[in-house]
């Protein structure tokens, strides 16, 4: 019975996706009808695919959802049919965005970064930065796949160094580097849902996210240091030993690297196409990147001239691969319906009323303080940065409020930050600790709750200096 439900989930998520993109470029009434049936299918198998353990979350957001189009609306039926496509662009981008890992798995660029850049990783504090980084360019690829995949290398880096103190410090770099990246990352579904929702410019977007990003990464290495010093702890002699040997096993001899070049050339090839087809065409971004991405890939094979791995990867990603994100798609079509409810309801005017409220009753207090802590508590109740930022900003873009929209893009993404490294309920930090053994609990509030308490302060000092000046 799982494995029937697994096949329809595979293929209505597939045909919602492809009627998405026709609909997009051709709209027309079968479109309009069949997506949503597209869309309720996808969310029903999902339900027989997934463990009950696994639904609870869905459950409630859909009943909750149900329920207030139930109370409210005037057209039960038709308001469902269109909260059901509420998250269409979202999940065709997580449902291509995977490919990009295909490339990855192809050659060995990163274990060749670390060893092109070994005269600049030799210390412990531009080692870490090093890492925080390259996860955070990783991340364009796999999204928070990086966490994983970064801990594992790194791991086998240092595989003769696993005490609290290393875990600490290849965690933590890891963990910060990913949530950092869900401010300023254009292949980051939370990020680009933030910056549509809030109708910000992009590159503003972009360029406030990435120097906040920056700061953090100076920021963390400060939190690191201080670390080493308190476990007792040489890491900058160990680094220089195993980057030696990295070194001594790298393929690419002499000072010019082939794969660092190949991966350069990959990254500005796929993200520039990306910016140019967006403004020559004028499409939406939540659509030009997937259909870049899906050609973009298929010309790497294909100048490599390894088809067959492209079918292969494509076969086992059909017969696996969009199955076992059965449980962030279902959430997000269980978001999308209880946006559009809120949306159509008084509620969301209510949460920025009592808002409001607050900050008129508590001076130099705003609503840009007080939307990160939104997002940090829908965390630790166990939604995942995705879904959060789909309700919060689903919530605000119905509101008025009287701020660039860059900046509450800035506020969500910063509360988006604290939540991933904090909460042992989100997705990166139980992926963290099934890799690295230790307690959701010390990989998250333990080893980040002081720079995250820093990282707040520091954010807000931005925003709010920002907010001053830009008004």
């Known amino acids: 019975m799982r494995a029937l439900a697994k096949k329809g989930f595979t293929l209505s998520v597939l045909i919602y996706a492809i009627l998405h993109f026709i609909h997009y470029f051709y709209a027309n009434s079968w479109t309009e009808v069949l997506l949503p049936i597209a869309g309720l299918f996808s969310l029903a198998f999902a339900f027989g695919v997934l463990p009950l353990r696994k639904l609870q979350l869905q459950t409630f957001l859909t009943v909750t959802a149900i329920g207030v189009l139930a109370a409210t609306s005037q057209n039960f039926w038709q308001d469902l049919a269109s909260a059901l496509v509420q998250m269409k662009s979202l999940i065709a981008l ?13 050659e060995p660029y990163i274990e060749e970064i670390m060893s092109f850049g070994n005269k600049w990783l030799n210390k412990s504090q531009t080692f870490y930065a090093g890492l925080m980084g390259m996860t955070q360019i990783i991340s364009h690829f796999l999204l928070f796949g990086v966490v994983p995949m970064m801990y594992r290398f790194i791991d086998s880096f240092l595989k003769d160094h696993k005490d609290e103190a290393w875990e600490n410090y290849k965690g933590t770099a890891i963990l910060r580097g990913f949530a950092l990246s869900t401010m300023w990352v254009i292949s980051i579904p939370s990020f680009i849902f933030a910056v549509g929702a809030m109708d910000a410019v992009l590159w503003k977007s972009m360029l406030l996210g990435l120097g906040a990003a920056i700061a953090g990464t100076l920021l963390s290495v400060a939190f690191a240091t201080a670390d080493e010093k308190r476990y007792g702890k040489d890491f900058s002699a160990v680094l220089t030993n195993e980057i030696d040997k990295a070194v001594a096993n790298s393929r690419n001899a002499g000072s ?7 991966f350069a050339f990959l990254f500005i090839s796929l993200f520039g196409t990306i910016f140019i087809l967006h403004e020559w ?13 899906l050609v973009w890939t298929f010309l790497y094979f294909l100048l ?15 017969r696996e691969g969009v199955s076992k994100q059965a449980q962030q798609f279902s959430i997000l079509l269980a978001a999308g319906l209880l946006i559009y409810a809120l949306n159509q309801s008084a509620v969301g005017d209510y949460v920025i009323g009592a808002m409001n409220y607050l900050t008129g009753h508590v001076p130099f207090l705003n609503l840009l303080f007080l939307i990160p802590f939104i997002v940090i508590f829908l965390g630790f ?23 660039p929209p860059e900046l509450i893009v800035l506020a969500v993404t910063s509360g988006s930050v604290i939540s991933i490294i904090l909460s042992p309920f989100v997705m990166p930090v139980i992926i963290l600790s099934s ?29 709010q200096t920002l907010l001053y000046f830009w008004s």
């Open 435 to 463: 890799v690295n053994g230790l307690s959701g609990i010390r990989n998250g509030l333990r080893f980040n709750l002081k720079f995250a308490i820093a990282f707040y302060i520091m954010i807000q000092v931005f925003v």
């Open 304 to 318: 490599k001239r390894r088809t067959g791995n492209y079918a292969r990867e494509a076969a086992i990603y059909y």
């Open 381 to 403: 109740i166990g939604l995942g940065p995705l879904p959060v930022i789909v309700l919060v900003t689903g919530v605000l873009e119905s509101a008025v409020l009287p701020f």
């Open 256 to 262: 010019w690297n082939k794969d660092v070049a190949e």
């Open 281 to 293: 065409t004028g499409a939406d971004f939540l659509v030009v990147i997937p259909l870049v991405i």
């Open 94 to 106: 997580l449902l291509i965005v995977p490919m990009i890992s295909w490339v990855l798995r192809e």
